[in-house]
């Protein structure tokens, strides 16, 4: 289930563009399938035909229908570069994506939900958290080794079809019985396998084109033309033009801007040393060679983009001895290093999709906070300088990242803007400001400006103090769906089987926040890379199998001291919060950061596995707990308000909610 849950926020990711500032859609559809699922399960002897049937159904449409380009019409949430859209209106789409991740998650769920009505209860837990760390271990290699879609569908066509096969002996029939049954095995397999091949011809097609190819975070196309007799390779990524790689000679004469930094840096002395963040294809680098750059530190977070350059780009500046190439997160680059530069310099680090179990974190979002500019001012030299350019398309925005690195660095920026709709603006700060040499002084911000995003608060693109009505609205449907969705699966009687559980559900949703946090505070301790985001997934994994261990092995405090523990571990998170472990040395940062954040986790499943092994119903139980993580994905948007460190404040009323509501005798299931 894990591996078809993470191929299908891959996947459709790539190919319907919402679903990259929503990647957590196909998630929540997840867990109401999987909840469903598990309810449903009694009568499971084999794989419902409705789930693979339904996952070729999907990818065929969408196929048939993608979701190329968006520019977002709100003005609180940014959608960047993209024009216009083509394919499915978001209200469309969305819904159709939600509703078939839920059916095809449901089906595999029908038979994990018979193993825990069938084995003991932790046993089954066991094996179901064992296949979730094999689920994520398999597609982390395959990320690594950048296998395309194609792969991911083979894999998850084979555990279908082995799925398929019913768990129960069939008794000895007439031969015409036979026959009769043989019909309507052969005429199932072919309902069954039909919509599966076409899911692989489809998939085949896309992992085959020439132009394609797989990073860990993007589908990433290719395409050669000219411009003014010059050589421009186009990078897309998602469906969304991204960058193009371009001579630096161009680049520079079509768009003066891109030599401001250089200008507007002690007035124009050339820098020997220069960090680039967001190297890309290597355009960039390749202008601070053309400017006399001595050595240039080129950290780029995506592998695929990076070695395109180095292979295809005209200037070939990867190549050249004065380059060291990094594929890391540039902020966490930045506190690694100890080395010090005459420029810092980040180059349209729009990433364009979010980080994989966090709503509203964006892999560069680490990147614009008050706190990251600091840390570019302490790796200056003396007369260095600090520089960042992007198609901004927002005057507010701009002068929010000025404002925020005037207070970062104690003065007034130089903030260079061009017009037109996706207005483009240079805002260079030298690291006094005798380091700087401004052209037209920056007005200021206005009555409007947001306040600087912070590494609690890190949402450089919301406008608002308030979560925009647009993800209100989304997650009230989602919501919505589920109640109905649970109702019409259960055939009435799910609410009432899972009405002694209550504690269970809340204990689902405060688990879900804490997961959030941990990849959010790692994601700030170690880099927004996909390599940390799969290290704390199968951490978190760990860490529940762990309790589920402890809990069977040994003998266990009782449940009310199990809270005490879980209640110290979130009062710890509290008191040293991530700005804390962000001072400490690498490998003591790593130490406390585990303990930090796993030791709430752990507790948190020793009491769910506790109270799990005792429950009547198993599949009600485990079911309410899904559903129950569902609403904690919706309730993570709570961060927009209180910020990323407020989400321990909520997941600590839900666990109080939960320890409220425990039974106060409970009584050992049958085995």
Same mark, same amino acid.
């Given at each position: 289930?894990?591996?078809?849950?993470?191929?299908?926020?891959?996947?459709?990711?790539?190919?319907?563009?919402?679903?990259?500032?929503?990647?957590?859609?196909?998630?929540?559809?997840?867990?109401?399938?999987?909840?469903?699922?598990?309810?449903?399960?009694?009568?499971?002897?084999?794989?419902?035909?409705?789930?693979?049937?339904?996952?070729?159904?999907?990818?065929?449409?969408?196929?048939?229908?993608?979701?190329?380009?968006?520019?977002?019409?709100?003005?609180?949430?940014?959608?960047?570069?993209?024009?216009?859209?083509?394919?499915?209106?978001?209200?469309?789409?969305?819904?159709?994506?939600?509703?078939?991740?839920?059916?095809?998650?449901?089906?595999?769920?029908?038979?994990?939900?018979?193993?825990?009505?069938?084995?003991?209860?932790?046993?089954?837990?066991?094996?179901?958290?064992?296949?979730?760390?094999?689920?994520?271990?398999?597609?982390?290699?395959?990320?690594?080794?950048?296998?395309?879609?194609?792969?991911?569908?083979?894999?998850?066509?084979?555990?279908?079809?082995?799925?398929?096969?019913?768990?129960?002996?069939?008794?000895?029939?007439?031969?015409?019985?036979?026959?009769?049954?043989?019909?309507?095995?052969?005429?199932?397999?072919?309902?069954?396998?039909?919509?599966?091949?076409?899911?692989?011809?489809?998939?085949?097609?896309?992992?085959?084109?020439?132009?394609?190819?797989?990073?860990?975070?993007?589908?990433?196309?290719?395409?050669?033309?000219?411009?003014?007799?010059?050589?421009?390779?186009?990078?897309?990524?998602?469906?969304?033009?991204?960058?193009?790689?371009?001579?630096?000679?161009?680049?520079?004469?079509?768009?003066?801007?891109?030599?401001?930094?250089?200008?507007?840096?002690?007035?124009?002395?050339?820098?020997?040393?220069?960090?680039?963040?967001?190297?890309?294809?290597?355009?960039?680098?390749?202008?601070?060679?053309?400017?006399?750059?001595?050595?240039?530190?080129?950290?780029?977070?995506?592998?695929?983009?990076?070695?395109?350059?180095?292979?295809?780009?005209?200037?070939?500046?990867?190549?050249?001895?004065?380059?060291?190439?990094?594929?890391?997160?540039?902020?966490?680059?930045?506190?690694?290093?100890?080395?010090?530069?005459?420029?810092?310099?980040?180059?349209?680090?729009?990433?364009?999709?979010?980080?994989?179990?966090?709503?509203?974190?964006?892999?560069?979002?680490?990147?614009?906070?008050?706190?990251?500019?600091?840390?570019?001012?302490?790796?200056?030299?003396?007369?260095?300088?600090?520089?960042?350019?992007?198609?901004?398309?927002?005057?507010?925005?701009?002068?929010?990242?000025?404002?925020?690195?005037?207070?970062?660095?104690?003065?007034?920026?130089?903030?260079?803007?061009?017009?037109?709709?996706?207005?483009?603006?240079?805002?260079?700060?030298?690291?006094?400001?005798?380091?700087?040499?401004?052209?037209?002084?920056?007005?200021?911000?206005?009555?409007?400006?947001?306040?600087?995003?912070?590494?609690?608060?890190?949402?450089?693109?919301?406008?608002?103090?308030?979560?925009?009505?647009?993800?209100?609205?989304?997650?009230?449907?989602?919501?919505?769906?589920?109640?109905?969705?649970?109702?019409?699966?259960?055939?009435?009687?799910?609410?009432?089987?899972?009405?002694?559980?209550?504690?269970?559900?809340?204990?689902?949703?405060?688990?879900?926040?804490?997961?959030?946090?941990?990849?959010?505070? +790692? &994601?700030?301790? %170690?880099?927004? #890379?996909?390599?940390?985001? @799969?290290?704390?997934? *199968?951490?978190? /994994?760990? $860490?529940? !199998?762990?309790?589920?261990?402890?809990?069977?092995?040994?003998?266990?405090?009782?449940?009310?001291?199990?809270?005490?523990?879980?209640?110290?571990?979130?009062?710890?998170?509290?008191?040293?919060?991530?700005?804390?472990?962000?001072?400490?040395?690498?490998?003591?940062?790593?130490?406390?950061?585990?303990?930090?954040?796993?030791?709430?986790?752990?507790?948190?499943?020793?009491? +769910? &596995?506790?109270? %799990?092994?005792? #429950?009547?119903?198993?599949? @009600?139980?485990?079911? *309410?707990?899904? /559903?129950? $993580?569902? !609403?904690?994905?919706?309730?993570?948007?709570?961060?927009?308000?209180?910020?990323?460190?407020?989400?321990?404040?909520?997941?600590?009323?839900?666990?109080?909610?939960?320890?409220?509501?425990?039974?106060?005798?409970?009584?050992?299931?049958?085995?």
């Amino acid at each position: 289930m894990l591996f078809l849950e993470l191929a299908l926020i891959r996947w459709t990711g790539s190919n319907v563009v919402h679903l990259s500032y929503f990647s957590n859609f196909v998630l929540l559809g997840s867990f109401l399938g999987i909840g469903i699922g598990i309810l449903r399960s009694s009568r499971a002897k084999r794989l419902p035909y409705y789930s693979p049937v339904m996952l070729g159904l999907l990818v065929a449409v969408i196929a048939w229908k993608p979701v190329t380009v968006n520019r977002g019409s709100s003005s609180s949430v940014i959608y960047f570069t993209s024009l216009s859209t083509t394919g499915p209106p978001v209200w469309v789409i969305l819904p159709i994506i939600f509703v078939a991740a839920a059916v095809v998650l449901a089906g595999p769920a029908e038979l994990v939900g018979r193993c825990f009505a069938e084995l003991p209860r932790l046993t089954a837990y066991r094996f179901d958290l064992i296949g979730s760390l094999i689920g994520i271990v398999s597609f982390t290699a395959l990320s690594f080794l950048g296998a395309p879609p194609i792969w991911w569908g083979l894999i998850v066509t084979i555990a279908f079809v082995v799925l398929m096969v019913p768990q129960a002996k069939t008794p000895a029939t007439t031969t015409a019985k036979t026959t009769a049954k043989t019909t309507a095995m052969a005429l199932s397999a072919a309902l069954v396998l039909t919509p599966l091949v076409v899911m692989l011809g489809v998939l085949f097609h896309e992992s085959t084109q020439p132009e394609n190819s797989w990073s860990p975070y993007y589908k990433v196309q290719t395409s050669s033309t000219e411009f003014r007799n010059t050589p421009v390779l186009t990078i897309t990524v998602n469906g969304v033009p991204h960058q193009q790689a371009i001579p630096a000679e161009a680049r520079l004469q079509w768009e003066s801007q891109y030599g401001l930094p250089y200008q507007r840096a002690a007035a124009g002395k050339q820098p020997d040393n220069v960090l680039i963040i967001g190297a890309g294809s290597g355009t960039d680098v390749a202008i601070a060679l053309s400017k006399g750059a001595k050595h240039v530190d080129a950290v780029e977070i995506d592998p695929r983009i990076r070695d395109i350059g180095r292979e295809r780009h005209p200037d070939h500046p990867y190549q050249d001895p004065r380059v060291s190439s990094h594929i890391d997160d540039g902020r966490a680059f930045l506190s690694r290093t100890d080395t010090k530069y005459d420029l810092i310099l980040l180059a349209l680090p729009d990433s364009l999709t979010l980080v994989n179990g966090a709503s509203s974190l964006r892999l560069e979002s680490y990147l614009f906070t008050e706190e990251a500019f600091k840390s570019a001012r302490e790796h200056l030299k003396p007369g260095g300088a600090f520089a960042m350019y992007n198609f901004y398309r927002e005057t507010w925005l701009i002068d929010r990242l000025a404002s925020t690195a005037q207070k970062a660095f104690g003065h007034v920026p130089c903030v260079d803007k061009e017009g037109g709709d996706l207005q483009q603006a240079v805002i260079t700060a030298g690291l006094t400001e005798a380091d700087q040499s401004c052209g037209t002084a920056w007005a200021g911000p206005t009555a409007i400006t947001p306040p600087p995003a912070t590494d609690n608060r890190p949402f450089l693109y919301l406008f608002t103090d308030r979560i925009p009505s647009l993800y209100l609205v989304t997650l009230g449907l989602i919501l919505v769906a589920g109640l109905i969705g649970v109702g019409i699966a259960g055939g009435g009687s799910s609410y009432r089987r899972m009405r002694p559980y209550a504690d269970l559900f809340l204990l689902g949703a405060g688990f879900m926040l804490l997961e959030t946090k941990s990849i959010t505070g +790692f &994601a700030l301790l %170690f880099g927004t #890379t996909w390599v940390v985001n @799969a290290i704390v997934f *199968a951490g978190v /994994l760990v $860490a529940v !199998l762990a309790a589920v261990e402890v809990t069977r092995r040994f003998k266990t405090p009782p449940l009310k001291v199990m809270y005490v523990v879980l209640f110290a571990g979130l009062a710890l998170s509290w008191v040293f919060p991530d700005s804390w472990l962000l001072s400490m040395p690498v490998g003591l940062r790593a130490l406390a950061a585990v303990l930090i954040a796993f030791l709430p986790i752990f507790a948190a499943n020793v009491v +769910f &596995a506790k109270r %799990f092994t005792d #429950t009547a119903d198993g599949t @009600a139980s485990f079911g *309410a707990n899904l /559903l129950g $993580a569902m !609403l904690g994905g919706c309730l993570e948007y709570a961060a927009l308000l209180i910020g990323f460190h407020g989400l321990l404040i909520v997941a600590a009323v839900l666990y109080a909610g939960a320890f409220l509501l425990r039974p106060k005798t409970l009584t050992r299931a049958a085995a």
